[in-house]
């Protein structure tokens, strides 16, 4: 289960989202109380928008320190 706080997410999944999602590919993650109640997490995807998506179709990353400045593109 992806923790509430968990800023970037990895898609492993994205049946029935296949315009909106690319595997493989790490998101930022919105915070959505709502959505995460309901094991939803809202990122923004490719059209540049946030939606909620099924939880589990993302694993959240820990970025090391050293790396987060090349993650601040994510957040645009």
């Known amino acids: 289960m ?7 997410l990895l898609c492993v999944e994205n049946s ?11 998101y930022l993650r919105v915070p959505d109380s709502v ?11 490719e059209s540049g928008e946030s939606y909620l998506y099924p939880a589990e179709y993302f694993v959240a990353l820990t970025i090391p320190p050293a790396a987060v400045s090349a993650f601040e593109d994510l957040q645009a």
């Open 2 to 8: 992806i923790q509430e706080g968990s800023a970037y």
């Open 16 to 26: 029935g989202y296949e315009t909106a999602l690319e595997k493989r590919k790490v």
């Open 35 to 45: 959505g995460f109640d309901e094991n939803l997490v809202r990122v923004i995807d």
